[in-house]
């Protein structure tokens, strides 16, 4: 069976405090036919510094950094722009994601050009909240883009997409933000579609 290249795409920007550990559940993806983009925004911490360490460990790993701050938008548009896989998830830099987070939204992926899932929150250290994203936000699966005009169910650490959205999505609205366009975006292409696992730690 064939298992297309799939991208992972990582911004970071002064993120030392919890990126080891979401770097941990990236390189340890029960999917491993991966491509990690990192673009760091220029930051000032020891970021860079994990960074190239996990870089060197694991070849998956294509580190940039960037000679400008870019913000938080234009930087996701740049390490999008540099992803080469059929299929692309996006990843913060201080989240914990499940181990088969890629596998299962692979296979969730079928025809539909987005699938996101629920996430699970935690406070800073880690701690379960007892609550997730669904308990707060609506969650929406289909094709109409009525529905994201206003609303927005899609937050970017739970998305895997087909790299086709990107030659309609870019560029990105620089004041909006990239999450909620790349799903508009999804809709007026083809079918967004949610399940309602829980994949991610999603640190508050």
Request: include cysteine; charge should be negative; charged fraction near 20%.
């Amino acid at each position: 069976m064939h298992y297309p290249v799939i991208s992972i795409t990582l911004c970071t920007y002064n993120g030392e405090r919890y990126l080891e550990e979401q770097l941990d559940t990236l390189v340890n993806q029960t999917y491993e036919n991966l491509e990690i983009i990192i673009v760091d925004d220029c930051s000032v911490d020891s970021t860079m510094h994990i960074l190239r360490q996990y870089e060197n460990k694991d070849k998956r790993i294509a580190l940039y950094q960037n000679e400008k701050n870019l913000g938080y938008v234009k930087n996701f548009e740049k390490a999008l722009s540099l992803c080469t896989g059929e299929y692309i998830a996006i990843s913060d830099q201080d989240d914990i994601w499940s181990l088969e987070k890629i596998r299962l939204q692979y296979e969730a992926m079928k025809d539909n050009l987005l699938v996101y899932h629920n996430s699970q929150l935690v406070s800073g250290d880690g701690s379960n909240l007892n609550r997730s994203v669904s308990d707060i936000i609506n969650m929406y699966s289909g094709n109409n883009p009525k529905v994201f005009l206003l609303h927005n169910s899609v937050s970017g650490h739970a998305i895997m997409m087909k790299r086709a959205i990107l030659q309609a999505a870019f560029p990105f609205p620089p004041n909006h933000p990239y999450d909620h366009w790349l799903a508009y975006i999804a809709t007026t292409l083809g079918n967004v579609f949610y399940f309602s696992e829980c994949l991610v730690k999603y640190r508050q």
